[in-house]
Nanobody, 125 residues
């Protein structure tokens, strides 16, 4: 059985940094891991993704230059380093895993096969 577990959320002030972790277990192969977020009253939106083999990354424009995604292949873990946080970053952050390759950059919820339960990030002004 596949498990995806996020950690590292919390309450911070604007301008602070926070690092989220996501570990996947019980999965035979990983093609891509990604982060999405969902603010109150809004849909789940793409944040960033990392290709497992060559670690190519892709970011939403709203976080580009502030967030950095990395991965530890041996531990099946990804890390989202979030810098210069803004109140607009407040959301539940979800980790997602896709286990098969595609010919495009996966930014939709439907592109992913497994999800974690989410971790809350709150940024106060």
């Amino acid at each position: 059985q596949v498990h995806v577990v996020e950690s590292g959320g919390g309450l911070v002030q604007a301008g602070d940094s926070l690092r989220l972790s996501c570990a996947a277990s019980g999965i035979k192969s990983i093609d891509v891991m990604a982060w999405f977020r969902q603010a109150p009253g809004k849909g789940r939106e793409f944040v960033a993704r990392i290709a497992w083999t060559f670690s190519g990354t892709y970011y939403d424009d709203s976080v580009k230059g502030r967030f950095i995604l990395s991965r530890d292949k041996a531990e099946n873990t990804v890390y989202l380093q979030m810098n210069d946080l803004k109140p607009s970053d407040t959301a539940v952050y979800y980790c997602a895993v896709r286990d098969r390759p595609t010919a495009y950059i996966e930014t939709n919820v439907e592109d992913y096969d497994y999800w974690g339960q989410g971790t809350q990030v709150t940024v106060s002004s």
